[in-house]
Each structure stands twice: as structure tokens, then as C-alpha cells.
């Protein structure tokens, strides 16, 4: 079952012995931004977003069905 990135989020700061203030500095965003997204806001910048799960070290896989159709086109 797939879990919220909300929730990965906090799993990770929280394994990882950081604060929300130290994840954010490590990410090089505002505190409230850990915040934000730990609290599933819809309005977090994939940018920014993107800023903090690097920080974590977690990576981000895209899939679908067209996927190797557009591996093949290149």
C-alpha cells in the first residue's frame, strides 16, 4: 500500500534525528515548509518539494504504462 508522502516525510526526519527546523535548512527552505508538507498542504511547490526529499535522500520514480513507449521514441 502506497503512504502519503506526508507521511514518508515525517517517517524519514523522524529516523533520520533531525527537527523540522534542521530538515528545512538541510533543504535550504523555511521551517514551515516541513510543516506544510508534513501536514499534506496542497499547495507545496513541486520545487520545493522536490528540495526536502533530496535533503532525505528519497527518490522520485515515475511510472505508467506509456513509459516505455516514450523510452522508445528517444
Known amino acids: ?18 527537527s523540522r527546523k534542521q ?3 538541510m533543504a535550504g527552505v523555511g521551517k514551515t515548509v516541513i510543516f506544510d508538507i508534513e501536514n499534506e498542504k496542497e499547495t ?3 520545487s520545493t518539494l522536490k528540495k ?8 522520485i520514480n515515475l511510472e505508467s504504462p506509456l513509459m516505455e513507449r516514450m523510452h522508445e521514441k528517444s
Not at 500500500?1 to 533520520?16: D, T
Not at 526529499?53 to 527518490?59: F, M, P, S, V, Y
Open 52 to 59: 526536502v526529499l533530496t535533503a532525505l535522500n528519497i527518490k
Open 23 to 25: 530538515l528545512a535548512d
Open 1 to 18: 500500500m502506497e503512504k502519503p508522502i506526508a507521511e514518508i516525510v515525517h517517517f524519514h526526519r523522524k529516523q533520520s534525528g533531525l
Open 44 to 46: 507545496i511547490r513541486f
